[in-house]
């Protein structure tokens, strides 16, 4: 069955920086799409970083300039560098997993599979 682990995340004061990290287990398959969202406390799970199976990114505007996604195959592993973080980044990290692609890599509904979670909390 497939599965998805999140790992990486902590706590760092504003400006600093975090890698997090998605491994991918039980597919038999090409590599699918991988995505990162995030849910902050009283707030909705919102996109952050989207990599097709061929490589092509896709950021939100909030992150744009601080957030890089990348992906090794050979590792099945999917990353999440964030840079020159803020407050507003402070939320549990989700990963996800989709094997078609028929929208956006925005659109939870179209993600078939989902990790537990890092947190990630920035002081000010």
């Known amino acids: 069955q497939v599965r998805l682990v999140e790992s990486g995340g902590g706590s760092v004061q504003a400006g600093g920086s975090l890698r997090l990290a998605c491994v991918l287990s039980g597919y038999t398959s090409a590599p699918p799409s991988m995505g990162w969202f995030r849910q902050a406390p009283g707030k909705e799970r919102e996109g952050v970083a989207a990599?097709?199976?061929?490589?092509?990114?896709e950021y939100a505007d909030s992150v744009k300039g601080r957030f890089s996604i990348t992906r090794d195959n050979t590792k099945s592993t999917v990353y999440l560098q964030m840079n020159s973080q803020k407050p507003d980044d402070s939320a549990m990290y989700y990963c996800?997993?989709?094997?078609?692609?028929?929208?956006?890599?925005?659109?939870?509904?179209?993600?078939?599979?989902w990790g537990q979670g890092t947190q990630v909390t920035v002081s000010s």
């Open positions: 996800a997993a989709r094997f078609y692609e028929p929208c956006g890599g925005f659109d939870q509904f179209s993600y078939d599979y």
């Open positions: 990599i097709d199976s061929d490589g092509g990114v």
